[in-house]
């Protein structure tokens, strides 16, 4: 499958020279990369400084982008790769549980949203207790709304090892949240 003309010729301008370009590249993924890195459980701090190390080795690697596959997996991959060397390095610093997953609001009272948010902080904390594995195919499939097959090409695992940790990742979240008396929400484990 192969991305939008407009992104492949984006690429290949970029690739070309116009060197300018790759503005646009960041501009889009930004977000998506800051928040992939974070919910592998970086600071805010280390998030930046790794999001900008994974820009710098998305640019210096464009040129070798095959247009094969979806480029925002292969940007993932990318980022993905870029967090687990500097975990490996140990240089990280715990990340702090005062930022969560932020979704849209559909809810009107302020009650609501009040709850909405606190649900989403004590979700985001108990997904922070999950094996990386666990959580990086969670996170990837219901923050980034990757299909199966994207998050097999950015983690490495296949089909299987990708439901297999999906379903574990689930039950286990589930438990976590049961044991410490909260109330499992099945709206944020959908698909």
Known sequence: MTEPSAESEIIRRIVEGEKQLFAVIVDRYKVKVYGIIRSMGLNHQDSQDIAQEAFVKIYRSLANYQDEGHFSAWVYRIVVHAVKDLQRRNRIRSASNDEGIHEPSHQHTPEQLVLQKEMQREIYRQLQELPLKYRLVLLLKYTND????EICEI????????????????????????????????TYTKG
Request: hydrophobic letters at 30%; proline letters at 0%; a positive charge.
């Open 146 to 149: 990757l299909t199966y097959e």
């Open 155 to 186: 983690t490495g695992l296949n089909a299987d090892q990708v439901r297999n940790a999906m379903h574990r990742g689930k039950r286990s979240l589930k438990k976590q949240i049961e044991n410490k008396g909260g109330i499992w929400f099945e």
